[in-house]
C-alpha cells in the first residue's frame, strides 16, 4: 500500500485544451494513474507520461463502467498507486459527480483534492460571442440540466421558461422537442436560441433560431450531442460578436498549449 493515498478531481475544461488552468495540468504531472472521461481533451494526458491513464468514461446509453465501478478504481488505485486523478471535462462540480467521488474516496480513508476547471456552460457560449448576462437584457443566467438522473425533463426547465434569465441546458439535445414545448407553452416561441455542439473544440458546429425554428435548424445542420442549449435574447449578440471574436481567434498562437512546463 501506498503511504498517502490521494484523489485529486480535476476539471479539463470545456474543449479546448488551453482552456484548462495551470493548477490543473500542475497536478497532472503528480498522478500515477489519470482515470479521464469521454469529453476531456486527450492532448491533456500528455501532461502526465508518468501516469497510467484508463478511460471510463460515459456517453449516452454508453457506460464503459458504471459510476459505483469508478468509485472503486479509485480507491483501488490509489491505495496501489499514490495519487490518482479524476479528469473530468468542464468543472467537475457541475453535473459531473465529482462530490459523489471525493465522498467516496474519504469514506475510505483518502486524502482529497478538487480542481475548479472552466465549465462550458459559460465558456461554450462565450466562445461564440454570447454573453449569458448583459447590462438591460440578462439579469441572471440558470444552468440546467436538461436530462435528469431518471431520464425525464428536468422540472428546472419550466420554471427557468417563466423568467427573464438567460437559460444554458446541458445534456438536453435528447429532450429539445420536450423543451421548445415547455418555451411556447409560456408565449416564447419568439425567443432566441443557439445551439453549440463540441464547444471550443475545432469540430465545434453551431445553429441559431428561435424556440420556433430551432427543430429545424438542428434537422438541417445535423446537429447533435455534445451540445449545449442557451435560451434567451442575449443570443442575438453572437452575431453581432462574430467578426470581434473571429479576429481574435486569428492572432498566431506561441505555442500549442500553455506553457506549463517552468510552473
Same mark, same amino acid.
Given at each position: 500500500m501506498y503511504n498517502s493515498p490521494k484523489l485529486s478531481v480535476v476539471g479539463a475544461?470545456?474543449?479546448?485544451?488551453?482552456?484548462i488552468t495551470v493548477k490543473a495540468l500542475n497536478t497532472l504531472k503528480s498522478a500515477k494513474v489519470v482515470l479521464y472521461d469521454a469529453l476531456i481533451n486527450r492532448d491533456l494526458l500528455e501532461y502526465a507520461p508518468q501516469a497510467e491513464h484508463i478511460f471510463v468514461g460515459k456517453r449516452k446509453d454508453?457506460? #464503459?463502467?458504471?459510476?459505483?465501478?469508478?468509485?472503486e478504481l479509485i480507491v483501488?488505485? !490509489?491505495?496501489?498507486?499514490?495519487?490518482?486523478? #479524476?479528469?473530468?471535462?468542464?468543472d467537475p462540480f457541475i453535473f459531473g459527480r465529482g462530490s459523489e467521488e471525493i465522498n467516496f474516496a474519504r469514506k475510505n480513508g483518502?486524502?482529497? !483534492?478538487?480542481?475548479?476547471?472552466?465549465?462550458?456552460?459559460? !465558456?461554450?457560449? !462565450? $466562445?461564440?460571442?454570447?454573453?449569458?448576462?448583459? #447590462?438591460?437584457?440578462s439579469e441572471s443566467f440558470w444552468v440546467i440540466t436538461g436530462t435528469t438522473s431518471q431520464k425525464n425533463l428536468s422540472n428546472d426547465v419550466r420554471l427557468a421558461a417563466q423568467s427573464t434569465a438567460t437559460v444554458v441546458i446541458l445534456m438536453g439535445m435528447g429532450k429539445l422537442p420536450e423543451i421548445?414545448?415547455?418555451?411556447?407553452?409560456?408565449?416564447k416561441q419568439d425567443? %432566441?436560441? =443557439?445551439?453549440i455542439q463540441n =464547444?471550443?473544440?475545432? $469540430?465545434? #458546429?453551431? =445553429?441559431?433560431?428561435?424556440?420556433?425554428? +430551432?427543430?429545424?435548424?438542428v434537422s438541417e445542420k445535423q446537429l447533435g450531442a455534445p451540445a449545449?442549449?442557451? +435560451?434567451?435574447?442575449?443570443?442575438?449578440?453572437?452575431?453581432?460578436?462574430?467578426?470581434?471574436?473571429? $479576429?481574435?481567434?486569428?492572432? %498566431?498562437k506561441q505555442s500549442k498549449f500553455i506553457n506549463a512546463g517552468a510552473a
Open positions: 475544461g470545456p474543449g479546448d485544451p488551453e482552456l454508453k457506460h #464503459r463502467f458504471s459510476q459505483d465501478e469508478i468509485n483501488k488505485y !490509489a491505495l496501489e498507486r499514490g495519487h490518482v486523478v #479524476r479528469l473530468k471535462g468542464g483518502l486524502e482529497t !483534492a478538487v480542481v475548479s476547471g472552466i465549465t462550458s456552460s459559460i !465558456a461554450v457560449p !462565450a $466562445n461564440v460571442g454570447i454573453p449569458l448576462t448583459q #447590462r438591460g437584457t421548445v414545448e415547455v418555451f411556447k407553452g409560456f408565449g425567443i %432566441p436560441v =443557439g445551439i =464547444g471550443t473544440t475545432v $469540430n465545434e #458546429r453551431s =445553429g441559431f433560431g428561435t424556440i420556433k425554428s +430551432i427543430e429545424k435548424v449545449i442549449i442557451v +435560451i434567451g435574447e442575449v443570443v442575438k449578440e453572437a452575431n453581432a460578436l462574430q467578426k470581434v471574436f473571429q $479576429n481574435v481567434k486569428s492572432i %498566431p
